[in-house]
Antibody, heavy 122, light 107 residues
Framework: EVQLVESGGGLVQPGGSLRLSCAAS????????MNWVRQAPGKGLEWLSY????????YYAVSVKGRFTISRDNAMNTLSLQMNSLRAEDTAVYYC????????????????WGKGTTVTVS | DIQMTQSPSTLSASVGDRVTITCRAS??????LAWYQQKPGRAPKLLIY???SLGSGVPSRFSGSGSGTEFTLTISSLQPDDFATYYC?????????FGQGTKLEIK
């Protein structure tokens, strides 16, 4: 079964740091790009970051660029998100999602999602 | 950044109804549009990709259409399990962006 399991969420003070992890199983992790998406309480979905299969292409949303760092360990089938300088507005459920090639030069939709991990900045 | 605007924000309908949700992009996205369904406390689930291709295991009552900047998600005959929030998302260019969501409620 294809599965993504996030961990590492919790309560952190403003200005603090947290590292999220996403453990992948049931598929060849090293062949897929990955994303982080978050959802603040009662709000919509916000895409945060993308990393391709070999970590040579990385993109961030403006809201987290310079504070968050995405990375992956293909040997350990793990995706990570290092979050620094956290703010109250970073409070959200954080999802990892697999990127599936959708045609074009660099177009990937998100076909598999984890259940999410909750980050509270207060 | 490409802005995605969904309408309506809330939709009330009954089991068996045919419903349509619209998503407009601020510029052409070349059909690189996905639709997701999300239920409270659950992760989003892929319904449609490339504007009109059905995701794996998604019932055929869901369909997508559109091109350029205007897209629609149609549910041909609402089932009780379909009451949820629906999001469109463009994956034409980074940063990827979502619509604000459409909450489908039971009338």
């Amino acid at each position: 079964e294809v599965q993504l399991v996030e961990s590492g969420g919790g309560l952190v003070q403003p200005g603090g740091s947290l590292r999220l992890s996403c453990a992948a199983s049931g598929f060849t992790f090293s062949s897929y790009s990955m994303n982080w998406v978050r959802q603040a309480p009662g709000k919509g979905l916000e895409w945060l970051s993308y990393i391709n299969s070999v970590s040579s292409a990385i993109y961030y949303a403006v809201s987290v660029k310079g504070r968050f760092t995405i990375s992956r360990d293909n040997a350990m089938n793990t995706l990570s998100l290092q979050m620094n300088s956290l703010r109250a507005e970073d409070t959200a459920v954080y999802y990892c999602a697999r990127g599936f090639y959708g045609g074009g030069a660099n177009n990937f939709y998100m076909d598999v999602w984890g259940k999410g991990t909750t980050v509270t900045v207060s | 950044d490409i802005q995605m605007t969904q309408s309506p924000s809330t939709l009330s309908a009954s089991v068996g109804d045919r419903v349509t949700i619209t998503c407009r992009a601020s510029q052409s996205i070349s059909g690189f549009l996905a639709w997701y369904q999300q239920k409270p406390g659950r992760a989003p689930k892929l319904l449609i990709y490339k504007a009109s291709s059905l995701g794996s295991g998604v019932p055929s009552r869901f369909s997508g259409s559109g091109s350029g900047t205007e897209f629609t998600l149609t549910i041909s005959s609402l089932q009780p399990d379909d009451f949820a929030t629906y999001y469109c998302q463009q994956y034409n260019s980074y940063p990827y962006t979502f619509g604000q969501g459409t909450k489908l409620e039971i009338k």
